[in-house]
C-alpha cells in the first residue's frame, strides 16, 4: 500500500479541516472495510486518512419521536444490536446484517457502504425507500442531500474535495408501513448481490390497500435506483398479487444492469421482478404486523 | 452422522480416533506454516505479472526500481543460468525460472523486487518498465486446435502424468484408446445418448497463500522453507534450474496450509534463492490472494462429448468419450489420467477414449484432487443418468448391473484386486436417505458413482528406538489433513506399541530419503507403508538384539504385539519397553529404517452418492437438501479424519457443482480473482454431509489401507446435475450450475 | 508518514509498538508482535483467517490498521488457551471432534466461534452456519467444526452453571 498520514479528529470541525487540507486527496475511514481493500489494490488513494470514529456527530445513533439519525460512521453491528431501531427500521436491519460478514459488520459502516456509492451497496436502496437525507459538512458550511441523489456513478458520489458525510436522517415510519430489503446472491453469505430490492409501503387504515410505497434497486444500474415510478403506481391500488405485479414489472422497466462476472442483463432484469416482488410482499407483511 | 460398516476390529491401534500430534499446535496458533517463518534480516519480495495473456517481453528495464529506498535486489529470467536442453526433468519446470521471451497468460511472472518491506517491494514493481509486444492469444481449446490459431510454444513437452502423448497440432496432445469395436457396439445398443459438455477452470482453494523463505548462504547452498506438497520436487526443480548440486538445496517443509493438487511445484523458491544470493540476506515471498488465483495452477477446464450405448435390459455395449482438457500455458493437463479412469468403473466391452492436452493462454494448471476424474464423470455420469431415464431403471441397479468387480480387467488388461463398487453402490441403496422418498415441489434426487485409481510411489522413513521404549520416526510427507497421524498409527500397530508412544515428524529433504509429494492419495498408503516397514526393520533389530542378549540363535526369537520371546523358553521374554532400555548397553541404539516403492499394491477405489435438493425456479439457485455420500476406504486408519476427508471432498464437489469458475474476459484476465466473487461454499451454503465409510480391504497394502483423500470430490456435480434433473426436468451439461446457468436452462425449456 | 507509537493491550498485556500508518493491524500482529497465529489467507476481509476481537468486536484484522488499536484491547488466538496450558473449550472439541484438517483456518475459526458464543451460548446449527460465514474453510466440509462449536457451547454453559 502506498504511504499515507493518519489523523483521529475528534470534533466535526477538526474533520472538516482536516478533509480541506492535503489538496483534496484525503479520505475518511470509518469501517475501513472498502477504503483499506481499494487501497491495497491500488483503486484509491490517499495522501491523509482521517479516521472518523472519534467525531461524536459522525457515530451517533438515535432514535426520536422525529426519525432516525444515522451517523455516518455507525457500524452496521451497532444497528443490529439495538433492539429499538432494529423494531424501528426493520429493513435496516436486513441490510445491516447482510453486509459481508458478522466481522465485516462490525467494523462496515452504513455511510460508507454510502460514500463507496456501489451501484450493489446493500444499505442504500433502504435508505432510499425510508426517505433518508444525508447531511453533509465542508469548508463551506453544511448542505442536505436525499439519499437517492448522493451517488453520481460507480464509486462516485455528490461530496466536493474537503467534504464528508455526517450523517443519514430518516424520518419516523408511519402507522401501518413496513419496509424490507432483500438481495440476490449464489451464496447465502458473504457475497454481493446480484440484484437488490428494497420496498417501503404504506397501507390504508383498512390495511387493504396502498397509501404509499417506494420501490429502490441495487446492482441493476451505474447508481443504487430509485424507482420512483414503481412505488407511485401502486398508490390507491389494493393490496394484493396482481398489484405488487405490476409494481414488479414497472421496477424491471427501469432497471438498467449490465453484464458482469455477476450476472447477465436479462438475469438481473428477471431478478428485478422477482425481488421487487418478494420485498412487497414481506414488507406488506410488516406493515399488518405493525 | 456417519455409519461404517464392515468395521474390522483386529487392530489395537489402527482404526481409532486418537489424538492428532500436531493438533494442539494448530488450536492455539503455535504451528509454524511458511508466512509464520521469520529470520534476522529477512526481507520481503514481491512478483511482477505479465497484464498481457500473449505477449513478446521486449525489454525490461528495472534501474528505476532499483533506486527506490529499501528496494534490494530485482530478479528477472536473465539471472537465472542457461539451462542446457534436458537438464530439467520436471516438464514445464522451466516456467519458474520467470518468463524470458514471450509472457504465455496474464499473471505470468515476469520480475521479482526484494525489499525491506512488502509495502516497498509492492510499490517498487511498479517502477519495472517491461515493454510487450502484444501478441494475438487463444483462449478456447477448440480454437487453439484449429489451423491457424496463434501458437503458444515451438514444442510440447510430450509427457503428461507419466503418460507419453502424440503431437496432435500445435497447441495440442493427444492420448487415445480403444478396446473392442465401438461401431459395431452401438449397432447392438438399443438405446444410444449422446451429449456435449463443458466445465470451467476452477482453484483449489486452499485457504494459506503460496509463500516461502528461502536463504542463500555464500557457499551457494540454498535453504528453503516452503509450503510445499513435494519438498522433494521443490528441491530437485530449483536445483536444476539453479545449476545446484542436490545437497546444496534444503527443503524445509512447514505446515502446510491446504494443497488439493496446487502446491506441487515451486512457483516462489528459484527466484527467492537468487534474490536472496543477491542480497545475502533471507528473503520470504508469500502471495496475494490474487496472486494465488492468477498465477498459481489452477484445475483445468474441458471439453467433454460422451456417447454411451447399452441394451434395454441396462448392460452397456459401448463408449466414446472424446475429451479436450485446457492445460493453460504449459501442456500436462491430467489427460493420461483421465484416459485410465475415465470409462474405468464400468464393464463396456467396446469403447474408445480420446483425451486431448491443449495449450491456451490461460494460467498453467495443475492437479486438483482426483484430476481430471470430476470433470470426465460430471460428464460420463450425466450420460448414465440418461441412459437409466430412457431404460427406465433405477439409477442404482444400471450401475450394479455394469460396475467393474474383482476380476475384470482395466483398460490396460490388468484385473482388478478386490474392490468395492458393489458395497459403495449396496450401501447408497439401502441408505436411510436413499429409502425415505423425497417430496414436494422443485425437489429431486441424484446419485452418482465415482471411481479413482489412488496412488503409490516411492517413500522412506526411519525409526529410532529411545532408551525409555518410545520411538520417533521421522518421513518426509507433509501433512495437509492429519496423514502423519495415520502413518504414525501404522508404525505403532506394527510396533505394538501405543500411539503416545510414537513421536512422527515430517522432516527435510537432508533428513530422510526420497519421499514423493503428498499428492494422488498416496500418502497414508505409500509413507504409512514405509513407516510399517521401518517399524519391521525395529522389530528384526530388536530380535536380533534380543538373541545377543539370551545367547541364542535370532530364529529362535520372535516377536508380536510388542513382546519378543523365545519360542520355547518361557523365561525369556522382554516387552518393547524392557528391550529398549536394553539397547545402549548392549551394542547401540536400534534405528529402523526403509524405502519403499508399492506401485503394485495401490487399491483403486470407488464413492456413490445420493443428493437432494430444491430449486428455487424464479431464480435458479439450487439449495442442498440432504448428502450422503459411500466411500470404499479400504481400511480406515482414523475414522474421525476418514469422515472428514469425505465431508470435506464433497463440499469441495458442491462448490465445483454450484458456483466455482473461473470469470475470464476476452482478453484472458480473470475478473473474479478474489475469495469474495470466486464464491466456495461457506458454512451456511451447505447442510451436514452424511458419510458411509466402507471397508473393503485392499488385498495389496499390509492393512488394508485405499487411498481416500481424492474420490470424494469426483461425484458431486454429477449426483447435483442429476437431481437437478429430477427436480426440474432440465439435463445440466456445463459446469457451473449456477443460478443464472439454471434459469436460462428454465427458460429454454418454458420456450422464454 | 514516520512510524508511530502506537499503545494497546493485547491478550491481556500492555504493549508498545511502532507501526507505519499503512501497515494493517494483521502485520502489526504477525511481524510486529510476532504472534503468527493468527493468519493471512487473502488480504480482503473474505476468509475470517486473520479474525481477532478488538475492544470485543470480532474483526477481520486486515480491514483495521495497526495504528486504530491505540487505546484498545486486541485478543489473539494466542491468548485463549489459559497460563497453565489449559485449552479453551473451542480448542478442546475442534481437537477432540476432528474440526480441523489443515490448521490455517483454525485460529480465525476459533476465535470467530469464541465471539459467537459469547453473544449466543447455545447457537442452533443454523446460527452456527450463519455465524461462521466469515470463515472459510476448504478441508472440513464444515460439519465437524459445526459440531465443535456446538459442543462447546455446551461446554461453556455448564461450566458457568
Given at each position: 500500500m502506498i504511504d499515507f498520514d493518519y489523523a483521529v479528529p475528534t470534533s466535526l470541525s477538526e474533520a472538516v479541516s482536516l478533509m480541506g487540507s492535503n489538496g483534496g486527496s484525503a479520505r475518511m475511514l470509518a469501517g475501513g472495510t472498502d477504503l483499506l481493500i481499494m487501497m491495497r489494490a491500488g483503486r484509491r488513494l490517499a495522501k491523509l486518512v482521517v479516521d472518523a470514529k472519534s467525531v461524536p456527530e459522525l457515530n451517533e445513533l438515535s432514535l426520536t419521536d422525529s426519525g432516525l439519525n444515522l451517523g455516518a460512521a455507525t457500524s452496521c453491528k451497532r444497528i443490529w444490536d439495538d433492539e429499538p431501531v432494529v423494531q424501528a427500521y426493520p429493513a435496516l436491519n436486513d441490510s445491516a446484517s447482510i453486509i459481508g460478514s458478522v466481522q465485516i459488520q462490525g467494523r462496515a459502516s452504513v455511510g460508507g457502504n454510502l460514500c463507496n456509492a456501489a451501484p450493489s451497496a446493500d444499505c442504500t436502496p433502504t435508505l432510499i425507500v425510508h426517505s433518508g437525507v444525508c447531511t453533509i459538512a465542508g469548508p463551506n458550511g453544511t448542505r442536505q442531500v436525499p439519499v437517492e441523489e448522493f451517488c453520481t456513478g460507480p464509486g462516485t458520489n455528490v461530496l466536493q474535495p474537503g467534504e464528508l458525510l455526517v450523517n443519514i436522517k430518516l424520518p419516523s415510519a408511519p402507522t401501518n408501513s413496513g419496509a424490507h430489503y432483500l438481495r440476490f446472491t449464489p451464496r447465502n453469505e458473504m457475497d454481493i448481490a446480484v440484484a437488490g430490492s428494497a420496498a417501503f409501503v404504506q397501507l390504508d387504515e383498512s390495511k387493504q390497500n396502498f397509501a404509499s410505497a417506494r420501490i429502490s434497486l441495487a446492482a441493476v444500474a451505474p447508481t443504487p435506483l430509485f424507482a420512483k415510478a414503481a412505488g407511485d403506481l401502486l398508490v390507491g391500488k389494493p393490496v394484493n398479487e396482481e398489484s405488487i405485479q405490476q409494481a414488479a414489472e414497472a421496477a424491471k422497466a427501469v432497471a438498467k444492469p449490465i453484464t458482469d462476472m455477476r450476472g447477465t442483463v436479462d438475469q438481473r432484469i428477471h431478478l428485478v421482478g422477482v425481488l421487487t416482488a418478494r420485498a412487497l410482499r414481506k414488507a406488506v407483511e410488516r406493515a399488518r404486523e405493525a | 452422522m456417519s455409519t461404517t460398516i464392515e468395521r474390522s476390529s483386529q487392530y489395537k491401534v489402527i482404526g481409532k480416533d486418537v489424538l492428532r500430534p500436531d493438533g494442539v499446535d494448530k488450536v492455539t496458533g503455535r504451528a509454524v506454516f511458511a508466512d509464520d517463518v521469520h529470520l534476522n534480516g529477512m526481507l520481503h519480495a514481491k512478483v511482477l505479472r505479465s497484464p498481457h495473456a500473449h505477449a513478446k517481453i521486449r525489454s525490461i528495464d528495472v534501474s528505476e526500481a532499483l533506486k527506490m529506498p529499501g528496494v534490494r535486489a530485482v530478479v528477472t529470467s536473465e539471472d537465472f543460468p542457461p539451462i542446457p536442453e534436458g537438464i530439467v526433468k520436471e516438464e514445464g519446470a522451466a516456467f519458474f525460472a520467470l518468463a524470458s521471451d514471450k509472457v504465455l497468460f496474464r499473471g505470468h511472472a515476469v520480475a521479482a523486487v526484494a525489499a525491506d518491506s512488502p509495502h516497498v517491494a509492492d510499490e517498487a514493481l511498479s517502477k519495472i518498465k517491461v515493454e510487450y509486444e502484444v501478441l494475438k492469444a487463444v483462449l478456447d481449446p477448440r480454437e487453439a486446435m484449429e489451423p491457424g490459431a496463434p501458437v503458444l510454444h515451438e514444442k510440447l513437452n510430450p509427457m503428461s502424468f507419466g503418460a507419453r502423448l502424440e503431437q496432435h497440432s500445435p497447441n495440442a496432445l493427444q492420448q487415445i484408446t480403444s478396446m473392442g469395436d465401438i461401431e459395431q457396439g452401438f449397432r447392438e445398443a438399443d438405446v444410444v445418448v449422446e451429449r456435449e459438455f463443458t466445465t470451467k477452470t476452477v482453484h483449489q482453494g486452499y485457504i494459506e497463500p503460496q509463500s516461502c523463505v528461502v536463504d542463500t548462504a555464500p557457499d551457494g547452498s540454498v535453504t528453503i522453507w516452503s509450503t510445499c506438497q513435494g519438498p522433494f520436487r521443490h528441491r530437485d526443480n530449483t536445483a536444476d534450474l539453479l545449476q545446484l548440486p542436490q545437497n546444496k538445496v534444503k527443503v524445509i517443509p512447514t505446515e502446510i496450509g491446504g494443497g488439493f493438487g496446487g502446491k506441487e511445484v515451486p512457483y516462489l523458491e528459484p527466484m527467492a534463492a537468487i534474490l536472496s544470493r543477491k542480497t545475502g540476506r533471507p528473503v520470504k515471498i508469500t502471495m496475494s490472494r490474487s496472486d494465488v488465483f492468477e498465477g498459481t495452477g489452477p484445475a483445468c477446464a474441458s471439453y467433454m462429448r460422451v456417447k454411451f450405448g447399452a441394451k434395454k435390459t441396462g448392460e452397456l455395449v459401448a463408449a466414446h468419450l472424446y475429451f479436450c482438457f485446457e492445460a493453460g500455458a504449459f501442456p500436462g493437463a491430467p489427460v493420461g489420467g483421465a484416459v485410465g479412469i475415465g470409462l474405468g468403473r464400468y464393464k463396456i466391452p467396446n469403447q474408445l477414449v480420446e483425451g486431448f492436452d491443449v495449450v491456451v493462454n490461460k494460467p498453467r494448471t495443475q492437479p486438483y484432487r482426483a484430476p481430471g476424474a470430476t470433470q470426465i464423470h460430471f460428464a460420463t455420469e450425466g450420460v448414465v443418468d440418461e441412459l437409466c431415464e430412457k431404460i427406465g431403471m433405477d439409477p442404482i441397479e444400471f450401475r450394479l448391473k455394469n460396475v467393474v468387480q474383482e476380476g475384470d480387467r482395466n483398460v490396460q488388461g490388468v484385473p482388478f484386486l478386490r474392490i468395492g463398487g458393489v458395497e459403495v453402490l449396496e450401501a447408497i441403496k439401502n441408505s436411510d436417505h436413499y429409502k425415505t422418498p423425497l417430496e414436494g415441489p422443485n425437489r429431486g434426487r441424484g446419485v452418482a458413482l465415482g471411481f479413482w485409481r489412488n496412488g503409490g510411489g516411492m517413500s522412506s522413513c526411519s525409526i529410532s528406538v529411545h532408551p525409555d521404549g518410545t520411538v520417533s520416526i521421522i518421513e518426509g510427507s507433509p501433512d495437509l489433513s492429519g496423514t502423519r497421524t495415520g502413518i504414525g498409527m501404522q508404525a505403532a500397530e506394527t510396533l505394538g506399541i501405543p500411539f503416545e508412544d510414537v513421536r512422527i515428524t515430517v522432516v527435510d529433504t537432508d533428513s530422510v530419503g526420497y519421499t514423493m509429494g503428498s499428492w494422488g492419495s498416496r500418502t497414508s498408503f505409500a509413507t504409512g507403508w514405509a513407516a510399517i516397514e521401518a517399524a519391521r526393520d525395529v522389530n528384526l533389530k530388536m530380535v536380533e538384539r534380543a538373541s545377543s542378549i539370551w545367547s541364542v540363535p535370532p530364529e529362535e526369537v520372535e516377536v508380536s504385539d510388542g513382546t519378543f520371546y523365545h519360542r520355547d523358553d518361557g523365561s525369556k521374554k522382554f516387552t518393547f519397553k524392557q528391550l529398549a532400555a536394553r539397547l545402549n548397553a548392549t551394542g547401540g541404539p536400534v534405528v529402523g529404517s526403509s524405502v519403499v516403492d508399492p506401485t503394485r499394491g495401490v487399491g483403486p477405489a470407488f464413492a456413490a452418492n445420493v443428493v437432494d435438493l430444491e430449486v428455487d425456479p424464479e431464480t435458479g439457485k439450487v439449495t442442498i437438501l440432504r448428502y450422503t455420500v459411500a466411500q470404499d476406504v479400504g481400511q480406515a486408519l482414523h475414522p474421525g479424519m476418514v469422515e472428514g476427508q469425505l465431508e470435506g471432498g464433497t463440499v469441495q464437489g458442491i462448490g465445483w457443482a454450484l458456483n466455482e469458475e473461473y470469470f475470464f474476459d476476452n482478453d484472458g484476465q480473470m475478473r473474479n480473482s478474489s475469495f469474495l466473487d470466486y464464491r466456495m461454499p461457506v458454512a451456511l451454503d451447505v447442510p451436514m454431509i452424511d458419510t458411509i465409510i466402507i471397508e473393503v480391504p485392499n488385498p495389496g497394502h499390509p492393512y488394508g489401507v485405499r487411498g481416500v483423500g481424492e474420490n470424494n470430490i469426483i461425484t458431486p456435480p454429477a449426483a447435483i446435475a442429476a437431481a437437478i434433473h429430477n427436480a426440474i426436468g432440465v439435463r445440466m451439461t456445463d459446469l457451473p450450475m449456477s443460478p443464472g446457468y439454471v434459469l436460462q436452462a428454465l427458460w429454454q425449456q418454458n420456450g422464454h | 508518514m514516520a512510524k508511530v507509537i502506537v499503545n494497546a493491550v493485547v491478550n491481556g498485556e500492555p504493549v508498545e509498538f511502532f507501526c507505519e500508518p499503512r501497515q494493517s493491524l494483521l502485520e502489526v500482529i504477525r511481524d510486529v508482535l510476532l504472534l503468527t497465529g493468527t493468519k493471512e489467507g487473502c488480504n480482503d476481509g473474505n476468509c475470517g483467517a486473520c479474525n481477532v476481537i478488538l475492544d470485543g468486536v470480532l474483526v477481520d484484522s486486515c480491514c483495521v490498521l495497526g495504528v486504530e488499536a491505540q487505546g484498545k484491547t486486541v485478543e489473539t488466538i494466542e491468548g485463549l488457551a489459559g497460563t497453565d496450558g489449559d485449552l479453551h473449550p473451542l480448542q478442546r472439541t475442534f481437537l477432540d471432534l476432528t474440526g480441523?484438517?489443515?490448521?490455517?483456518c483454525t485460529p480465525g475459526f476459533i476465535v470467530s466461534a469464541k465471539a459467537l458464543l459469547e453473544s449466543n451460548p447455545n447457537p442452533s446449527e443454523h446460527e452456527i452456519r450463519l455465524g461462521l460465514s466469515g470463515n472459510l474453510c476448504r478441508c472440513t466440509g464444515y460439519d465437524k467444526i459445526v459440531l465443535a462449536v456446538q459442543e462447546a457451547g455446551k461446554m461453556l454453559t455448564e461450566a458457568k452453571r
Open positions: - | - | 480441523l484438517q489443515c490448521g490455517i
